[in-house]
């Protein structure tokens, strides 16, 4: 079974429940509030085991970790043609390729 702790939690401030929520990326219906931070992610690390238990046992598919993923460095973007000949005649003018430029400006956004 899937390490729970492999998942990505993230916890916050929550002034609209004046408590911390807990949040997992891979399972976005789960939350998991409480006033102690700590208390908030054992919490939901916690109800993650468990719905790991139970998707286990009824045989359904168990999402993968984004930290377990692995990942080529390619995507495709479609982009409106005037978009892309203004990128192409930007990396033209900077005398980098268009994948450059626009890696560049993904990292920087």
Partial sequence: MTDTKHYTYRVSW????DEYVATVVEFP????????QGQA??????LVDGVLADLAANG???????ADRRYSGKFNVRVPE?????????AAEQGVSLN???SDRLAHS
């Fill in 14 to 17: 929550s002034g609209e429940d």
């Fill in 29 to 36: 219906s789960l939350s998991w509030l409480d006033a102690d």
């Fill in 100 to 102: 450059r430029l626009v």
């Fill in 41 to 46: 992610l054992r919490g939901l690390v916690a």
């Fill in 60 to 66: 359904e598919p168990i999402p993968e970790p984004i």
């Fill in 82 to 90: 005037s978009l892309h000949r203004e990128l192409a005649l930007a």
